[in-house]
């Protein structure tokens, strides 16, 4: 037999409800907003469903017949179960709390997103976060991830971008090694320069270096390559040679004055942005939205 379960069914129940208590179809429709014949079809339609009358009904007077009491009993808690159960859902939506897993890069993630993990927690603490750092493309819904923070240009996944800053690739040596060899003052004085390559590229010794619409690549030799970019700051802070790096990277060192740029106003490489990536935005979850707005209130790009 047919059950009512559809958000029309319920407005059947709401609807005998109201009728009940005020024993009236008209004042029933006032209270409801609808037309008295609206009322008056849901309760035949009702009816006709249980195949038993709930109202006696003559020209002057409407009472509930017996069924009609003992089943206003159960129509009565059955929606307050209902309504409880709808307000403990939307609390919860609203309330963060509960899993969080996150994927952010490794050495990315370490700088800048684990320093802001505590005030997180501190500030919502019914929220416990999973997070792992690793420079691997993850699958946000093979791999059950909330959240994946991604760096560079975005790959057509379909997922919701949120922009959390920009950065740039530039040049950067320290002053004890510019002081010894010689500052750079273009493109191709690179060629009598150390050079320090990430081993990610094709080709770590041949850079290219662009201003506006200008684009000239060089080949530098190289004294060090390697695939772990903190290695590189740390050879270059100790004067071995020049490292392409982005900002983001070498960020505490210029501040502390350990590195500084070299041809400041050349890109080492295309702009690249910081991401937060999540399944939909529709329906998101307290936990997911909360977080990527923390990360976008203290990400403030160099």
Do not use: K
């Given at each position: 037999m047919h059950?009512?379960?559809?958000?029309?069914?319920?407005?059947h129940l709401r609807t005998f409800v109201a009728v009940a208590k005020q024993l009236s179809f008209a004042k029933a429709a006032r209270i409801l907003d609808k037309d008295s014949s609206?009322?008056?079809?849901?309760?035949h339609s009702l009816e006709q469903h249980l195949k038993v009358r709930l109202f006696e009904r003559t020209t002057r007077h409407m009472?509930?017949?017996?069924?009609?009491?003992?089943?206003l009993a159960r129509v009565q808690a059955a929606l307050e179960e209902l309504q409880l159960a709808e307000s403990e859902l939307q609390a919860?939506?609203?309330?963060?709390?509960g899993l969080l897993r996150v994927s952010v890069p490794l050495t990315y993630g370490r700088l800048w997103i684990a320093p802001l993990l505590p005030g997180f927690l501190q500030k919502y603490p019914?929220?416990?976060?999973?997070?792992?750092?690793?420079?691997?493309?993850?699958?946000?819904?093979?791999e059950g991830f909330d959240v994946a923070i991604r760096?560079?240009?975005l790959r057509d996944s379909g997922f919701v971008a949120r922009k959390l800053g920009a950065w740039q690739r530039k040049l950067f040596a320290s002053p004890s090694y510019l002081k010894r060899r010689g500052v750079p003052q273009q493109p191709q004085d690179l060629e009598r320069h150390r050079g320090l390559a990430f081993a990610g590229t094709e080709c770590p010794s041949d850079w290219i270096m662009t201003r506006g619409r200008e684009r000239v690549k060089i080949s530098i030799p190289t004294v060090m390559t390697t695939d772990d970019a903190t290695s590189l700051v740390i050879a270059a802070e100790a004067g071995s040679g020049i490292v392409v790096a982005s900002e983001w990277l070498v960020w505490e060192q210029l501040a502390r004055g350990e590195l500084v740029p070299v041809l400041a106003d050349w890109l080492a490489g295309p702009p690249g942005g910081i991401h937060a990536l999540y399944p939909s935005a529709r329906l998101l979850p307290s936990k997911t939205r909360v977080f990527v707005d923390w990360l976008a209130q203290h990400l403030a790009p160099p």
């Open positions: 059950q009512f379960t559809s958000q029309a069914d319920l407005d609206v009322v008056t079809r849901r309760i009472t509930l017949t017996e069924a009609g009491r003992n089943y919860r939506r609203e309330h963060p709390h019914e929220v416990e976060l999973d997070v792992r750092f690793s420079d691997r493309y993850v699958d946000l819904i093979e760096l560079g240009a």
